[in-house]
C-alpha cells in the first residue's frame, strides 16, 4: 500500500515558506528606530499629512535627485497610512509589510507557474536580498517598485501562460504606476512592452485601454502642476536625457561635498 504524499508535501512547503516569511519579517521589522529619515522622508511625511488634516491634495511629489519634480502618486501611497497614524514608525512598519506581502506574491507566482520550489526558492532569495530589504524600511518611493514590479509580472504571466486576455488591464496600468512612483519606472515599463512585442499575447483591447485610461487619470494632478510652471520639469528631464555638461576642476575626481566619483 503507498500513501498519498501530495498534503505531506504541501505541509512542508507551507512550513518552509513560514520560514522564509518570518525571517523576511525579522529584517524588515527589527529596529524601526533605527530607520533612515532626512528631508526627503520629512517632505513626503508632511505633504501626507496636510492632506490627512484637510489641506489639498498634492499636485506633485518630492524633488528627484536630477532636479526634477516626481509624480505625487507615492504620497498618495502613504496617505492613508498617515491618517491612521502620524508615527514614522508606524508608517514604516506598513511599507515593510508591504514588501513583505510582494514576497509572498513572488512565491505565488513562482509555485502557480513553474512548480513549487521555484516558488520558494524565488521568495527566499527576494526575503534576504540585502536591496529589497533596505528598500522596504523607510518611508521612500523606491519601497514600493518592488510591490508594483511583483504585481506586474503576476499579471504578464496571466496574460501569456494563464491566457487571460483580460489581464492587460493590470499589464498596461501597473508599468505606468511605478513611471508615476519612480522614474526608474521608464525602464520597467519599456522591458514590459518588449515583452508584448515579443509574445504577441492574446489581448482583450477594451481592458488595455481601460488600463491606460486610468493610468492618464492618476497623471492628471501632475499635468495640471506642470502646466501650471510651463512645463518646466519636463524641459529639464529632456535636458538630462541627452547629457549634462560639468564644469570639472583639472585633477578633481570626486565630489568635494557628497564623495561621488566625478563623472
Known amino acids: 500500500m503507498t500513501m498519498d504524499t501530495a498534503p505531506m508535501k504541501r505541509r512542508m512547503e507551507y512550513a518552509l515558506l513560514a520560514v522564509i516569511l518570518a525571517i523576511g519579517a525579522w529584517l524588515r521589522l527589527m529596529r524601526l528606530d533605527l530607520i533612515e529619515f532626512k528631508g526627503d522622508e520629512a517632505v513626503a511625511g508632511m505633504l501626507a499629512l496636510q492632506f490627512a488634516k484637510g489641506g489639498s491634495l498634492p499636485l506633485a511629489g518630492l524633488m528627484s535627485s536630477v532636479g526634477v ?8 501611497l502613504i496617505i492613508p497610512m498617515f491618517m491612521i497614524s502620524s508615527n514614522p514608525l508606524f508608517v514604516s512598519a506598513c511599507i515593510a509589510g508591504l514588501g513583505l506581502g510582494a514576497v509572498v506574491a513572488t512565491w505565488h507566482v513562482g509555485r502557480k507557474y513553474y512548480g513549487p520550489i521555484t516558488g520558494l526558492v524565488a521568495a527566499a532569495l527576494f526575503a534576504v536580498s540585502p536591496w529589497a ?20 509580472i503576476w499579471a504578464v504571466h496571466a ?14 496600468l501597473l508599468p505606468i504606476c511605478v513611471i508615476q512612483n519612480h522614474f526608474s519606472g521608464l525602464a520597467f515599463t519599456g ?10 499575447p492574446q489581448i482583450d483591447w477594451r481592458y488595455a ?21 510651463d512645463w518646466a520639469d519636463f524641459r529639464k528631464a529632456a535636458a ?15 565630489h568635494p561635498d557628497l564623495g561621488y566619483a566625478l563623472p
Open 191 to 200: 522591458m514590459v512592452f518588449v515583452l508584448l512585442a515579443l509574445l504577441r
Open 133 to 152: 530589504v533596505i528598500y522596504s524600511r523607510k518611508i521612500c518611493a523606491q519601497d514600493f517598485v518592488p510591490a508594483f514590479a511583483v504585481a506586474t
Open 209 to 229: 485601454a481601460a488600463g491606460v485610461a486610468l493610468a492618464v487619470v492618476l497623471t492628471i494632478p501632475y499635468l495640471r502642476h506642470q502646466a501650471g510652471n
Open 69 to 76: 519634480t516626481n509624480p505625487p502618486l507615492f504620497i498618495y
Open 159 to 172: 496574460l501569456e501562460i494563464g491566457r487571460r486576455p483580460k489581464a492587460i488591464f493590470w499589464v498596461a
Open 240 to 254: 538630462t536625457v541627452g547629457g549634462q555638461k560639468f564644469n570639472i576642476p583639472a585633477g578633481m575626481t570626486v
